[in-house]
């Protein structure tokens, strides 16, 4: 976690991917708030003194006074920038922000302008104040992730309790976790009952009920009641070591703005020292004004630094991160960000992404003639399915309370491939299973049913005799039309469904929601197939395309989609490998806030960009043409700066 954490600061501070003091040189001092408050003191008595005549002080020592409190002031604000660039340029980092500020303010010093000197290193302290404050919220939106790691699991050994590293704790081990504690690691609940918070990791603030049979994560607090649990993944492998690793790779990949920045301010600072010299020296070797052309020079110097660039450009990606990461949306890099703020085409998973993957009884038919009840038919239809593991034999037995053949006697039982059940219930002949079965059972009484339904139909026969048939169905998420509304009034019109699901039953799932174009009936490298189909078309190579799925079938399009998104994913390795984005709830809707998110980032990242190199090729031309002077010299370099950080600090709120 450390590592995570002066990754993240050195990158917010410098973004120089080889330079490793551009920072904080191994000889900086940090100058905290007190120092500058000090110096913005006596730099304000000295100025307001240089108003005043001091009587009985003969006119050579009438600035002396002036020049101590100057002395002290830059002493105060400008020793520490002045060491670190002297270290800097003994390693190897020449052309950094300090080396800037420390050439300007001691050329000042060197001509006799004081207050100039002096205002350049307060101003740039004071800019540096406002990146670290600013560093500092990012590490708290981020820390709340980092906080998810417990230190120690209570483990259970026979009667004894024993408190040790969770990395000791092998999978089949039993920990207790207390009211109040996190859970350390991954488990099913073997004893007792209560309440988990979730919130760190899903944003999700509502507790949720746990009970015994029940899985809870790492990460996890127990607000109520102790919990025994059986540990089932070693931490390693649990859901906190995967969203640390999730961070890692934030911390890791850079966004193209990011890059930009990077590869930028390698060619642009040695380009505007070599600028500030020339205008120095050629105008003087004509005019011979020395004083002049070099305080023009200090005031290219002083506005061309870059600090507002590689300071607010990781910070707005950084700070977009930090913000999804608190409603439960991990991004693996800030290069994501930028894609998913280009998504035009989203490409999604039917079962367990839009669906609940959870089939449940919808509907039940009789015959005219039938001497059956829905409940009897129900109970019947749940014991002839009473030894089979398929979804759809769960449901009915779900559905069945005990209305008849509660004991039943189930004999007999036959499963015929692709078609159903032959089973003896009760001494009574069933079958259960599709048209097919019926058919070639030759049933009496049965007629093939009309396709107006969405879901699966489940029939039954008692004794060669037709009884009815029962309607199962997946349920539609209670969020998922409002993530397809949201997803239209972001502008990414293009919505896509691709299931193995039957053609009908997928068309009316996506007629419910809203979703344009449907591919039913695929196998997981037919969906793979259509995923290149639509990367195809897209109208330009700038319009990504996104696939959200539930993580597991779905791991090739994943990692082949520009951005891969997988739902409620922590407990799927092929998840984790294969998607850039991970929503840790089981909601789509959080799509919509993940697409906020990165446009909203990828915007202020920009607008910080054209602000400041706009703000400084205008204070650059003015400065060098004589019409400024050095204080607008300092807000073009220390403003812009604050400035930028405050808009990037807008994404922290």
Same mark, same amino acid.
């Given at each position: 976690?450390?590592?995570?954490?002066?990754?993240?600061?050195?990158?917010?501070?410098?973004?120089?991917?080889?330079?490793?003091?551009?920072?904080?040189?191994?000889?900086?001092?940090?100058?905290?708030?007190?120092?500058?408050?000090?110096?913005?003191?006596?730099?304000?008595?000295?100025?307001?003194?240089?108003?005043?005549?001091?009587?009985?002080?003969?006119?050579?020592?009438?600035?002396?006074?002036?020049?101590?409190?100057?002395?002290?002031?830059?002493?105060?604000?400008?020793?520490?920038?002045?060491?670190?660039?002297?270290?800097?340029?003994?390693?190897?980092?020449?052309?950094?922000?300090?080396?800037?500020?420390?050439?300007?303010?001691?050329?000042?010093?060197?001509?006799?302008?004081?207050?100039?000197?002096?205002?350049?290193?307060?101003?740039?302290?004071?800019?540096?104040?406002?990146?670290?404050?600013?560093?500092?919220?990012?590490?708290?939106?981020?820390?709340?992730?980092?906080?998810?790691?417990?230190?120690?699991?209570?483990?259970?050994?026979?009667?004894?309790?024993?408190?040790?590293?969770?990395?000791?704790?092998?999978?089949?081990?039993?920990?207790?976790?207390?009211?109040?504690?996190?859970?350390?690691?991954?488990?099913?609940?073997?004893?007792?009952?209560?309440?988990?918070?979730?919130?760190?990791?899903?944003?999700?603030?509502?507790?949720?009920?746990?009970?015994?049979?029940?899985?809870?994560?790492?990460?996890?607090?127990?607000?109520?009641?102790?919990?025994?649990?059986?540990?089932?993944?070693?931490?390693?492998?649990?859901?906190?070591?995967?969203?640390?690793?999730?961070?890692?790779?934030?911390?890791?990949?850079?966004? /193209? $703005?990011? %890059?930009?920045?990077?590869?930028? @301010?390698?060619?642009? !600072?040695? +380009? =505007?020292?070599?600028?500030?010299?020339?205008?120095?020296?050629?105008?003087?070797?004509?005019?011979?004004?020395?004083?002049?052309?070099?305080?023009?020079?200090?005031?290219?110097?002083?506005?061309?630094?870059?600090?507002?660039?590689?300071?607010?450009?990781?910070?707005?990606?950084?700070?977009?991160?930090?913000?999804?990461?608190?409603?439960?949306?991990?991004?693996?890099?800030?290069?994501?960000?930028?894609?998913?703020?280009?998504?035009?085409?989203?490409?999604?998973?039917?079962?367990?992404?839009?669906?609940?993957?959870?089939?449940?009884?919808?509907?039940?038919?009789?015959?005219?003639?039938?001497?059956?009840?829905?409940?009897?038919?129900?109970?019947?239809?749940?014991?002839?399915?009473?030894?089979?593991?398929?979804?759809?034999? /769960? $449901?009915? %037995?779900?559905?069945?309370?005990? @209305?008849?053949?509660? !004991?039943? +006697? =189930?004999?007999?039982?036959?499963?015929?491939?692709?078609?159903?059940?032959?089973?003896?219930?009760?001494?009574?002949?069933?079958?259960?299973?599709?048209?097919?079965?019926?058919?070639?059972?030759?049933?009496?009484?049965?007629?093939?049913?009309?396709?107006?339904?969405?879901?699966?139909?489940?029939?039954?026969?008692?004794?060669?005799?037709?009884?009815?048939?029962?309607?199962?169905?997946?349920?539609?998420?209670?969020?998922?039309?409002?993530?397809?509304?949201?997803?239209?009034?972001?502008?990414?019109?293009?919505?896509?469904?691709?299931?193995?699901?039957?053609?009908?039953?997928?068309?009316?799932?996506?007629?419910?929601?809203?979703?344009?174009?449907?591919?039913?009936?695929?196998?997981?490298?037919?969906?793979?197939?259509?995923?290149? $189909?639509?990367?195809?078309?897209?109208?330009?190579?700038?319009?990504?395309?996104?696939?959200?799925?539930?993580?597991?079938?779905?791991?090739?399009?994943?990692?082949?989609?520009?951005?891969?998104?997988?739902?409620?994913?922590?407990?799927?390795?092929?998840?984790?490998?294969?998607?850039?984005?991970?929503?840790?709830?089981?909601?789509?809707?959080?799509?919509?806030?993940?697409?906020?998110?990165?446009?909203?980032?990828?915007?202020?990242?920009?607008?910080?960009?054209?602000?400041?190199?706009?703000?400084?090729?205008?204070?650059?031309?003015?400065?060098?043409?004589?019409?400024?002077?050095?204080?607008?010299?300092?807000?073009?370099?220390?403003?812009?700066?604050?400035?930028?950080?405050?808009?990037?600090?807008?994404?922290?709120?």
């Amino acid at each position: 976690m450390e590592e995570i954490k002066e990754k993240l600061h050195a990158d917010a501070c410098c973004n120089h991917d080889d330079h490793d003091g551009c920072c904080h040189g191994a000889e900086s001092e940090e100058t905290g708030l007190p120092q500058i408050a000090a110096a913005a003191v006596l730099f304000i008595a000295a100025l307001i003194l240089s108003r005043f005549t001091i009587p009985a002080v003969s006119a050579p020592y009438q600035k002396l006074p002036q020049l101590v409190l100057y002395f002290a002031a830059y002493m105060l604000c400008g020793l520490s920038v002045v060491k670190s660039a002297v270290w800097n340029l003994f390693h190897g980092n020449i052309f950094d922000e300090k080396f800037l500020m420390a050439l300007a303010s001691i050329a000042a010093l060197a001509i006799g302008e004081y207050p100039e000197a002096v205002g350049v290193m307060l101003f740039y302290q004071i800019g540096e104040f406002f990146q670290d404050y600013a560093v500092d919220k990012t590490h708290d939106s981020i820390n709340a992730v980092l906080k998810l790691r417990p230190d120690t699991a209570h483990l259970l050994a026979g009667s004894t309790e024993q408190d040790v590293p969770p990395e000791q704790v092998q999978p089949g081990q039993t920990i207790i976790v207390r009211p109040g504690e996190r859970i350390p690691l991954d488990g099913i609940i073997t004893k007792g009952s209560g309440y988990v918070d979730t919130s760190a990791q899903t944003g999700e603030p509502v507790p949720r009920r746990a009970e015994p049979g029940q899985q809870v994560l790492a990460g996890y607090v127990n607000t109520q009641g102790a919990l025994e649990i059986k540990v089932t993944k070693p931490f390693g492998e649990s859901s906190t070591a995967r969203i640390l690793e999730l961070i890692e790779h934030a911390v890791k990949n850079k966004a /193209k $703005s990011e %890059r930009l920045i990077t590869r930028f @301010a390698r060619v642009y !600072t040695p +380009a =505007v020292c070599a600028a500030a010299l020339l205008i120095t020296v050629v105008p003087s070797l004509f005019t011979g004004s020395w004083h002049t052309w070099l305080y023009r020079g200090i005031i290219f110097l002083v506005v061309s630094c870059p600090c507002a660039l590689v300071v607010s450009v990781p910070l707005s990606f950084f700070g977009g991160i930090g913000s999804a990461s608190r409603k439960g949306i991990l991004i693996k890099g800030s290069n994501y960000l930028e894609l998913l703020a280009d998504a035009k085409t989203a490409v999604f998973d039917k079962t367990g992404t839009l669906t609940k993957g959870n089939f449940i009884v919808t509907d039940i038919h009789l015959p005219a003639d039938g001497t059956l009840t829905e409940q009897e038919l129900v109970a019947i239809a749940a014991h002839a399915e009473k030894y089979s593991t398929h979804p759809i034999s /769960k $449901s009915l %037995r779900t559905a069945h309370h005990g @209305a008849c053949c509660e !004991t039943a +006697a =189930v004999e007999n039982v036959q499963e015929i491939s692709g078609q159903g059940l032959k089973v003896t219930v009760d001494g009574q002949a069933v079958l259960a299973g599709n048209e097919t079965l019926m058919q070639e059972q030759r049933v009496a009484g049965y007629s093939p049913c009309p396709r107006a339904h969405n879901g699966t139909i489940v029939h039954v026969a008692v004794n060669g005799t037709y009884a009815g048939h029962i309607i199962i169905s997946d349920e539609i998420k209670e969020d998922a039309a409002r993530a397809i509304e949201g997803l239209k009034a972001l502008g990414i019109t293009d919505t896509i469904m691709l299931t193995g699901d039957n053609s009908e039953t997928a068309r009316k799932t996506a007629d419910a929601l809203g979703i344009g174009t449907v591919h039913a009936g695929l196998l997981p490298e037919d969906k793979l197939t259509h995923l290149e $189909s639509c990367l195809a078309a897209r109208k330009s190579r700038a319009d990504a395309v996104i696939y959200i799925g539930d993580g597991i079938n779905d791991a090739p399009v994943l990692a082949r989609a520009d951005v891969g998104i997988a739902m409620n994913a922590l407990g799927s390795d092929a998840a984790i490998e294969a998607a850039d984005v991970v929503l840790m709830t089981d909601e789509p809707s959080r799509l919509c806030d993940a697409v906020t998110i990165a446009r909203r980032t990828v915007r202020i990242a920009r607008q910080n960009i054209i602000g400041a190199l706009g703000v400084k090729a205008v204070v650059m031309l003015l400065g060098a043409a004589g019409i400024t002077g050095m204080w607008t010299a300092v807000f073009g370099d220390v403003g812009v700066l604050i400035l930028a950080i405050l808009n990037a600090m807008r994404l922290l709120m």
